[in-house]
């Protein structure tokens, strides 16, 4: 490896870690109260150094949003692409795995949900991740197709699977001491109801 490449490697990782050190101050504290001198002394940085990679507060969130999707995408797209699986199983293992995200990863589905309300799309340049839904709207379309969903409103039906799966993924995310039944179990239940009744 070359001093060049070595250098911009360098670089990366520092700006990794700085955008680490973001999402916990955020997922801690909520983003308000999170400056960009708090993210600078969580790392031992000057906040001039830190300007160095990031332009503000905006900037970081987006590249944590980038990076949450982008993840997200890989594992989702392979849904997409399994054109042989029957496709009411292939549409419940993909609102599933909406779940166990939120289940893994609580903090940052709170820190992610609270980015996506209206006001801080607003006042963090941040849009809606509207990859997700088309994804689950176009593994609805295949159930229809196959005569496993009735033909209907398909956003109408897309925006229930949708909410039952953010339903499902807020309570587990924001109740983690609630006395859940099995959540297999409990995730099966809701998400067939849901298919049941379009």
Same mark, same amino acid.
């Given at each position: 490896?070359?001093?060049?490449?070595?250098?911009?490697?360098?670089?990366?990782?520092?700006? #990794?870690?700085?955008?680490?050190?973001?999402?916990?101050?955020?997922?801690?504290?909520?983003?308000?109260?999170?400056?960009?001198?708090?993210?600078?002394?969580?790392?031992?940085?000057?906040?001039?150094?830190?300007?160095?990679?990031?332009?503000? !507060?905006?900037?970081?969130? !987006?590249?944590?949003?980038?990076?949450?999707? !982008?993840?997200?995408?890989?594992?989702?797209?392979?849904?997409?692409?399994?054109?042989?699986?029957?496709?009411?199983?292939?549409?419940?293992?993909?609102? !599933?795995?909406?779940?166990?995200?939120?289940? $893994?990863?609580?903090?940052?589905?709170?820190?992610?949900?609270?980015?996506?309300?209206?006001?801080?799309?607003?006042?963090?340049?941040?849009?809606?991740?509207?990859? $997700?839904?088309?994804?689950?709207?176009?593994?609805? #379309?295949?159930?229809?197709?196959?005569?496993?969903?009735?033909?209907?409103?398909?956003?109408?039906?897309? #925006?229930?699977?949708?909410?039952?799966?953010?339903?499902?993924?807020?309570?587990?995310?924001?109740?983690?001491?609630?006395?859940?039944?099995?959540?297999?179990?409990?995730?099966?239940?809701?998400?067939?109801?849901?298919?049941?009744?379009?």
């Amino acid at each position: 490896m070359g001093i060049h490449e070595r250098k911009e490697r360098e670089k990366e990782n520092i700006k #990794q870690m700085m955008a680490n050190a973001a999402r916990e101050l955020f997922i801690e504290n909520g983003i308000e109260s999170v400056s960009m001198r708090k993210i600078a002394d969580k790392i031992e940085y000057s906040p001039t150094t830190l300007y160095n990679y990031y332009a503000n !507060k905006a900037d970081i969130l !987006k590249t944590l949003v980038e990076d949450y999707f !982008k993840e997200y995408a890989i594992e989702s797209e392979k849904h997409i692409a399994d054109t042989n699986r029957d496709p009411i199983e292939n549409l419940k293992a993909y609102m !599933k795995l909406s779940v166990h995200r939120a289940i $893994g990863n609580p903090g940052m589905y709170r820190l992610m949900s609270s980015l996506f309300s209206e006001s801080n799309n607003l006042k963090f340049g941040i849009s809606g991740a509207g990859k $997700g839904y088309n994804n689950l709207k176009e593994l609805c #379309q295949r159930c229809i197709n196959t005569h496993q969903i009735p033909e209907g409103n398909i956003d109408i039906q897309t #925006q229930a699977l949708w909410a039952v799966t953010h339903g499902l993924s807020s309570l587990f995310a924001n109740r983690p001491s609630f006395n859940w039944e099995n959540l297999e179990e409990l995730m099966d239940t809701a998400i067939s109801a849901v298919i049941k009744g379009l």
